[in-house]
T-cell receptor, first 113, second 112 residues
Framework: EAQVTQNPRYLITVTGKKLTVTCSQNMNHEYMSWYRQDPGLGLRQIYYSMNVEVTDKGDVPEGYKVSRKEKRNFPLILESPSPNQTSLYFC????????????FGSGTQLSVL | DAKTTQPTSMDCAEGRAANLPCNHSTISGNEYVYWYRQIHSQGPQYIIHGLKNNETNEMASLIITEDRKSSTLILPHATLRDTAVYYCIVSSDSGGANNLFFGTGTRLTVIP
């Protein structure tokens, strides 16, 4: 089954403790991205990747890192989480052709205390 | 990319057609209209997209006005499972850094 898999589904951590949210897709998609969703603000893009070893900032990249060492994986790294990064996070992927639809993961609810 | 305006919320009776409007008066010639929906806190799900012609698939129909400044997503027979937030997005989708701006969408509630 074609899917985008994120882990964990829920995560509670404390300020300053490094964490990684994993994202993996099994559709051989070149494009992957991370979004965060906050009440009243919709989905905002954090980082995206056009292909392996190619990443770029989205609208709200501060406090986040990503890497794309393999095509299928696109982890989101919070080196020193802060409470304002408490949010619902989504990973998405799509094929490279024009007008290809985005496939989203099921989300990671992160709480930073 | 052009931005969109959608009503904050709508209700629809179960079994009736749900018509969700979207205004995109600043849309440019190469921008497509996309619709996604998000059920509760799940990941958004693609519904349909179009450029200027009306489109239909197994989930919905998309009606785009001739001047392309607005569009309507139609769910022909709404069910309770269609209760969700619906996002109307316009994007040039250059094939490059396509960042779809999701906004806050329309919360559709299907009433039994």
């Amino acid at each position: 089954e074609a899917q985008v898999t994120q882990n964990p589904r829920y995560l509670i951590t404390v300020t300053g403790k490094k964490l990684t949210v994993t994202c993996s897709q099994n559709m051989n998609h070149e494009y992957m991205s991370w979004y965060r969703q906050d009440p009243g603000l919709g989905l905002r893009q954090i980082y995206y990747s056009m292909n392996v070893e190619v990443t770029d900032k989205g609208d709200v990249p501060e406090g986040y890192k990503v890497s794309r060492k393999e095509k299928r994986n696109f982890p989101l790294i919070l080196e020193s989480p802060s409470p304002n990064q408490t949010s619902l996070y989504f990973c998405a992927s799509r094929d490279r052709g024009t007008n290809e639809k985005l496939f989203f993961g099921s989300g990671t609810q992160l709480s930073v205390l | 990319d052009a931005k969109t305006t959608q009503p904050t919320s709508m209700d629809c009776a179960e079994g009736r057609a749900a018509n969700l409007p979207c205004n995109h008066s600043t849309i440019s010639g190469n921008e497509y209209v996309y619709w996604y929906r998000q059920i509760h806190s799940q990941g958004p799900q693609y519904i349909i997209h179009g450029l200027k012609n009306n489109e239909t698939n197994e989930m919905a129909s998309l009606i785009i006005t001739e001047d392309r400044k607005s569009s309507t997503l139609i769910l022909p027979h709404a069910t309770l499972r269609d209760t969700a937030v619906y996002y109307c997005i316009v994007s040039s989708d250059s094939g490059g850094a396509n960042n779809l701006f999701f906004g806050t969408g329309t919360r559709l509630t299907v009433i039994p």
